[in-house]
């Protein structure tokens, strides 16, 4: 098993953080994020299932995600989620609300056996846990727009 931190040119036409602890022969689960938030994501879940592989990729040049149009996000958001698959991803953790947002259902609906989750369900779940108190959620402007927590809160 190795780790490394590597600034990535291919085939993003841009850099990308790549976080890895790859066993070569086993497949690992993913991470996704528009900036750095991801890395979090992994270590919490690293911290309770050590004994999966872990990649964490970062879309830094484009970040943060808010700031671009939905189809950016769409675009940005399926391109990262190809390259964790293509390199063996299992299953993708998407930690963007904004990418959550404007391209999960999509990626879901056009790549069922490619898994991809998000943060955004688990947000909802504590939420309703937690329904006594006031629980802050900080969001970019297309993440308000989006009204995915508003959609989410009354489905779940």
């Known amino acids: ?66 700031t671009q149009s939905p ?11 190809r390259w964790l698959f293509d390199h063996g991803a299992c299953l993708v953790i998407i930690a963007c609300n904004t990418a959550a947002a404007y391209a ?10 490619k898994k991809v989750l998000s943060v955004t369900i688990p947000a909802i779940e504590c939420m309703r846990e937690h329904d006594d108190r006031l629980i802050a959620i900080f969001a970019t402007q297309m993440t308000v727009e989006s009204g995915i927590y508003p959609h989410l809160f009354e489905r779940f």
């Open 71 to 81: 189809q950016v996000i769409r675009e940005r958001t399926f391109l990262c989620l």
């Open 1 to 66: 098993m190795f780790s490394f931190v590597e600034r990535n040119r291919q085939s993003f036409d841009t850099f990308v953080f790549l976080l890895l602890m790859i066993d070569s022969e086993k497949k690992f689960l993913g991470f996704f994020d528009s900036g750095v938030g991801g890395v979090q994501t992994r270590l919490m879940f690293a911290s309770m299932f050590p004994d999966y592989n872990y990649c964490c990729l970062s879309d830094t040049a484009y970040a943060p995600y808010g």
């Open 104 to 113: 999960i259902k999509d990626w879901q609906t056009l790549y069922p056996d």
